[in-house]
Nanobody, 120 residues
């Protein structure tokens, strides 16, 4: 059994910053890609940022230059540094990963989400 747990969300004023964390737990051998998604009320969940085990990254156009994804492979943790936040960044943020354990690969694992609210 594996688990992803996000933390770091909260309420911030426009222009402010937050740093989200997502830690994977379980008997983990490796994690290839780790992603951050977000879902605003009434909208579909969207991919925000993506990082491979080697550190290659991709971002949604809406967050390029403001958000930075990083990871600590030794801690099985992915981070999302969010700067210059805008009200339209308000959403529940989720991490997602495929996790390899000794017995199997757990595909498409989701955390419980962390709320980010940006006030104008």
């Amino acid at each position: 059994q594996v688990q992803l747990v996000e933390s770091g969300g909260g309420l911030v004023q426009a222009g402010g910053s937050l740093r989200l964390s997502c830690a994977a737990s379980g008997n983990i051998l490796s994690i290839n890609v780790m992603d951050w998604y977000r879902q605003a009320p009434g909208k579909q969940r969207e991919l925000v940022a993506h990082i491979t085990s080697g550190g290659s990254t991709n971002y949604a156009d809406s967050v390029k230059g403001r958000f930075t994804i990083s990871r600590d492979n030794a801690k099985n943790t992915v981070y999302l540094q969010m700067n210059s936040l805008k009200p339209e960044d308000t959403a529940v943020y989720y991490c997602n990963a495929d996790i390899r354990t000794p017995g199997r690969i757990y595909y498409n694992n989701w955390g419980q989400g962390t709320q980010v609210t940006v006030s104008s």
